[in-house]
């Protein structure tokens, strides 16, 4: 037994106590310091600090009326530059006169210190206040109604030329009476004016709390600040006050946020909450846009969609359908690049891959920086996820919810944080994958939309891996699950299961089994007909494109060039009919004419998107793919002197805008490689080639498509100068690759046996380029690929003829 | 006990990057800077201009600060600054009419802060306080309910009877939470050197 005063906490300072004298000790140390007097007040207590201000309660002494106090933080230490800030918020304050936002009463000079005295406002946060009207449908109408007032608050400063700019929960206090409170105008800026004092705010790094932040606002694009900024912390706090938790659940700093937002559509509010209306999806979904160019344009517009919600007219904001919300995360993802990649697909016969791939890619490098720079973070949560997970095992129950938390995790944070190249990582998260499915199934079989949600995340991922495989499998599952959904009817439904089918066509195009494909492509097309044009955006021209390039591989032109009219028709109607969306659309539009030979009208729409795009510094790397398939277009069509003049201009936008380290910058020294193939410049056409086949190699996993593609190329050209053994050893790990990638009897295999065959022949191995056109004999014939076949006879009876009857017999 | 591979917060604060350990440094020193302001007579507003100055000029030295094992070279140094910090204001304030115990500033730099009562004391109270937020974010939240019931001034057996434990029960607490708290502050005065 311990004696008791040996328990002292005491004894280091080198004394023993009692217990009693120990705990008097304790309870000393651990009592609140009066605080004191600033001034003519009274200090209560500290109420917030943030990277400036120090804000007390305080209570005038002479009429012990309530106020707040806001002192600079660093005090008598405080820069120039920090007192002038304070003296703004004073005056800026002073300048808007709205019972929703907080006034000030003076601004004091105590001790050669600037004081301001605001109003007192006996309130909690909004977000703590919503969580505290329990009944959640009863109260949708106040909670909407609170943040109305906010938004109205915040349209008088715009009016008055005053952005907020650091809008978030805690500057939103609701009083008792249920009336919200806007405060701290401290990051406050005016826009429209840049006078010396602005500047004053002017900051490299970004200022204010990052969850509520407009994307541009952490990119520290201070130029780029109006009043959308605003709207879009407005939206988070809506979205938080109705849902109760945040539309992205990211910890940590700036860039994880910014990548979050980036990447991802926040959940549509009915999803996390089925009783809430369809209109707030959509009232969320523009007020949250990444792009400021999308994005509610006034504080005011979103007031009164605020207030049609409330009641119940139709809001100005469209409610976006799940496809419009695929769009948008495939714009996310891949950006301009898939455009391109879309545009390219039919460009040649290998180049069928390129879409899938560079859609991939751009993919890939985002995300590896992602999951560099939060490296740490990730490693902190999963640690957690894991002990969740535990708790879980143990039999804790875990909500619905907190299980949708841990899958989103899950799947944006660590899958797609995974280096595809690092093989290890990728088969243990493997590992993780069928766990987590089985952990999903049990979790949400309640709620099979979600559940297939699920599966359609896990099916991209593995895609991105080049595990198709696995990803049919998930996709199989989705789709599964959206036909058995009760209430099948619903537009939304039928959207998804549509969207469903189109990522399981492509997977089975992928594996090489194309009269499923048909099939899936057949029924996707077929839902999505049914479809009102708003509900399908450009899902049903993307499937067509989608389905084309299939059929050009089999070799069916007619039905590929029908699909492709109606694409082409179908994106055209999309293209009129949204005008936000036009530059992208119009890519497509461009693409799709350019590959039916309309040259002419695919060069004007071209010339719309430079032309547009030039404006728009968001969307230069748009511009760079513009510039990069309009002249792949050209020179494809034979104009090989703008070919090359549009395709050197694209070389310097893509060196402006993703650097010369990417793989669009591999790409498009590929592009003017192929073009100088055409010159007849053989010498460019290799250096180029190789220049991207150095840079390809250092950025991408052995065997991706992209990097195969570009051996392939360089091979076939070092034939054609002659240089066998490298051509040989180039095709050679080429066509292991297409081997790795889509199976040994894939059609993709035709053109590389092809030229190794040609490789072999010249370097007098007549048994092994036999053998070679044999193979590729076989897939066409399998394939039905008549004409190729009949080709590869052909070539087999020229070598035969050349080699003598004993060695034929002998193979 | 006092053996950890954890680097110190004092360690950390060697990389002037590491965000998280200047956060945390100004979590755990604030309140013993502004609470030893507050002591030697300044209002509270100078007590947070002093801590803000000592936090500066905390920040420019630490980062250089020659790390060693050796007992409360780190304590006389803080010391050492807030005291001269504390001096500066009360000067500012006041003008030269304010008495300056030389003599003691001289103890104070001869690296023996011991002379200083209230800064003794307080800055025992600081580690106090430190092990104490540690307790109450580690152990049981009955345990620590049980604990805060004793500081206010409850018997064990209103303690018990309040949480519907048995009298045995509570004196287990006191003396579990007692010893940890000894624990904890001599592994925080071996991190701190």
Redesign the interface.
């Given at each position: 037994m311990t004696a008791p005063d040996a328990a002292s906490p005491l004894r280091l300072f080198g004394r023993d106590h009692d217990d009693r004298e120990w705990i008097a000790r304790l309870k000393k140390a651990e009592a609140p310091l009066p605080l004191g007097e600033l001034g003519a007040y009274e200090l209560i207590e500290e109420v917030g600090r943030g990277g400036q201000g120090v804000v007390f309660r305080a209570r005038r002494k002479a009429s012990g009326e309530m106020v707040a106090l806001k002192r600079l933080r660093s005090g008598a230490f405080a820069s120039e530059a920090t007192r002038i800030r304070l003296a703004r918020e004073a005056r800026t304050i002073s300048d808007l006169d709205h019972p929703g936002i907080v006034g000030v009463r003076e601004v004091l000079e105590i001790d050669g210190q600037p004081v301001l005295v605001l109003d007192w406002v006996e309130g909690v946060p909004i977000t703590r206040w919503a969580a505290g009207t329990t009944d959640r449908s009863g109260s949708l109408g106040r909670r909407l109604a609170a943040v109305l007032e906010v938004a109205r608050a915040v349209a008088h400063a715009h009016e008055r030329g005053v952005l907020h700019r650091d809008l978030k929960p805690s500057n939103v206090l609701v009083d008792d009476g249920g009336h919200p409170h806007v405060l701290d105008f401290g990051l406050a800026r005016r826009f429209g004016e840049a006078d010396e004092e602005s500047r004053v705010t002017r900051t490299s790094e970004f200022v204010g709390t990052p969850v509520y932040a407009a994307p541009e606002q952490l990119d520290g694009d201070e130029d780029a600040l109006d009043p959308r900024v605003d709207v879009y912390a407005l939206g988070v706090i809506l979205y938080e006050v109705c849902t109760g938790r945040l539309p992205y659940a990211v910890r940590g700093g700036p860039d994880s946020v910014r990548a979050a937002v980036r990447r991802w559509d926040p959940l549509p509010p009915s999803q996390v909450d089925p009783s809430l209306p369809k209109e707030l999806d959509a009232v969320l979904s523009q007020a949250l846009d990444p792009e400021p160019a999308h994005r509610t344009a006034s504080v005011a517009d979103f007031a009164s969609d605020v207030q049609a919600i409330l009641e119940g007219r139709p809001v100005r904001a469209r409610v976006p359908s799940p496809l419009r919300r695929a769009r948008r995360f495939a714009y996310r993802h891949r950006g301009p690049v898939a455009v391109t990649a879309l545009v390219f697909v039919l460009l040649s016969a290998f180049a069928i891959d390129r879409a899938r791939h560079a859609r991939a890619l751009r993919f890939e490098r985002d995300e590896l920086a992602v999951a560099r720079a939060s490296e740490e973070r990730i490693r902190l949560e999963a640690e957690r996820q894991r002990r969740l997970v535990e708790e879980r095992l143990r039999g804790v129950a875990i909500s619905e919810r907190r299980a949708q938390e841990m899958l989103d995790f899950f799947y944006m944070d660590v899958l797609l944080g995974i280096d595809p190249g690092d093989e290890a990582a990728r088969a243990r998260a493997a590992l993780s994958i069928d766990a987590s499915s089985e952990r999903a199934e049990e979790a949400f079989a309640e709620n099979p939309v979600r559940l297939a949600t699920f599966h359609l995340q896990i099916a991209h991922v593995q895609r991105i891996w080049d595990r198709f495989a696995e990803a049919h499998v998930h996709a199989e599952r989705a789709v599964e699950l959206l036909e058995a959904v009760k209430d099948g009817d619903d537009a939304e439904i039928r959207a998804r299961r549509a969207s469903a089918l189109r990522a399981l066509g492509s997977l089975e195009n992928d594996l090489g089994r194309f009269d499923a494909a048909r099939v899936t492509y057949e029924r996707a097309i077929e839902l999505t007909e049914e479809l009102e044009p708003v509900e399908r955006e450009e899902e049903l021209s993307l499937l067509l494109a989608e389905r084309a390039a299939m059929l050009v591989r089999l070799g069916a032109w007619d039905a590929a060039r029908s699909d492709l009219m109606r694409a082409a028709a179908e994106e055209r109607a999309f293209a009129e009919e949204n005008a936000t969306f036009s530059i992208a659309a119009r890519m497509n539009l461009a693409g799709l004419l350019g590959r039916l030979g309309s040259h002419d009208e695919a060069e004007d729409l071209y010339r719309e998107v430079l032309s547009r795009g030039a404006a728009r510094p968001e969307e230069q790397v748009l511009v760079a793919s513009a510039h990069m398939s309009w002249g792949a277009m050209l020179r494809d069509t034979g104009d090989l002197e703008r070919g090359r003049e549009l395709l050197e201009a694209a070389v310097d936008v893509v060196r402006l805008t993703v650097g010369e380290g990417s793989t669009e910058f591999a790409q498009v020294q590929e592009e003017l490689g192929l073009l100088a193939v055409l010159e007849g410049r053989s010498a460019e056409a290799i250096a180029k080639l190789r220049f991207a086949l150095g840079l390809r190699e250092k950025l991408q996993p052995e065997h991706h498509p992209d990097l195969v593609e570009t051996r392939h190329l360089l091979g076939a050209e070092l034939l054609r100068s002659d240089r066998f053994a490298e051509s040989q050893q180039l095709l050679r790990k080429a066509l292991a690759g297409y081997e790795a990638n889509h199976g040994d009897g894939a059609v993709e295999l035709i053109p590389i046996l092809r030229g190794l065959t040609h490789v072999e022949a010249k370097l007098g191995r007549l048994g092994e380029a036999i053998s070679l056109l044999d193979r590729a004999l076989e897939i066409a014939e399998t394939n039905g690929l008549v004409d190729v076949a009949e080709e590869a006879r052909a070539a087999l009876r020229r070598i035969s003829a050349e080699i003598p009857a004993t060695e034929l017999e002998r193979k | 006990m006092t053996t950890t591979t954890r680097p110190s917060l004092l360690e950390r604060l060697r990389n002037p990057a590491d965000q998280v350990a200047w956060e945390e440094f100004d979590a755990q020193y604030r309140e013993l800077i502004?609470?030893y302001c507050?002591r030697s007579g300044l209002?509270?507003?100078?007590s947070?201009?002093v801590c803000?100055?000592v936090m500066?000029a905390m920040a420019r030295t630490l980062p250089r600060f020659e790390y060693s094992r050796e007992k409360g070279r780190f304590r006389g140094y803080l010391a050492r600054s807030v005291h001269r910090a504390v001096r500066t204001q009360m000067r500012?304030?006041l003008g030269d009419s304010w008495p300056v115990d030389d003599e003691h500033l001289a103890d104070l730099e001869s690296g023996d802060d011991r002379h200083d009562r209230v800064w003794e004391q307080e800055w025992?109270?600081?580690h106090?306080?430190l092990?104490?937020r540690t307790i109450r974010a580690t152990h049981h939240p009955r345990s620590v309910a049980a604990f805060d019931l004793?500081?206010a001034g409850s018997g064990p057996s209103a303690v018990a009877e309040e949480l519907g434990l048995t009298v045995g029960n509570v004196r287990k607490i006191?003396?579990r939470i007692?010893?940890r708290?000894?624990a904890l502050?001599?592994q925080q005065?071996g991190e701190e050197g």
């Open positions: - | 502004v609470r507050r209002p509270h507003s100078d947070e201009d803000q100055g500066i500012r304030r025992e109270d600081h106090l306080r092990a104490m004793i500081l006191k003396q007692g010893e708290l000894a502050v001599e005065l």
